[in-house]
């Protein structure tokens, strides 16, 4: 499965961007997804996972209330909505993917196999 993030780029603080992510060869619908990211120097963290039918999500609580993660499975297409944002959210976000994640391992990075090329989210003070 090929994952393709889109939305990146620099944003002031406060201010909202949306990231989208994609697969060209592969129905979405099937896989439950995750959201990830890198900050410079640090480890790859976990920020929101959705089930299947967008019925289910988590978030990490560095996140939670200002980021919402959605799908839409007629257009492929896994959303993650930033409002609020800080410079503490500049990283490279990652889309992730697997069909069967373990409910209490959401969080998990080794519980998906597909992942995007990710896509750069700078946030200025």
């Known amino acids: 499965v090929q994952l393709v993030e889109s939305g990146g780029g620099l944003v002031e603080a406060g201010g909202s961007l949306r990231l989208s992510c994609t697969a060209s060869?592969?129905?979405?619908?099937?896989?439950?997804m995750g959201w990830f990211r890198r900050a410079p120097g640090k480890e790859r963290e976990f920020v929101a996972y959705?089930?299947?039918?967008?019925?289910?999500?988590y978030y990490a609580d560095s996140v939670k209330g200002r980021f919402t993660i959605s799908r839409d499975n007629a257009k492929n297409t896994v959303y993650l909505q930033a409002n609020n944002v800080t410079p503490e959210d500049t990283a490279v976000y990652y889309c992730?993917?697997?069909?069967?994640?373990?409910?209490?391992?959401?969080?998990?990075?080794?519980?998906?196999?597909?992942w995007g090329q990710g896509t750069q989210v700078t946030v200025s003070s």
């Open positions: 992730a993917a697997n069909t069967f994640v373990t409910a209490r391992y959401y969080d998990t990075p080794a519980q998906y196999s597909y």
């Open positions: 060869e592969h129905t979405l619908s099937s896989y439950a």
């Open positions: 959705i089930n299947f039918s967008g019925s289910t999500t």
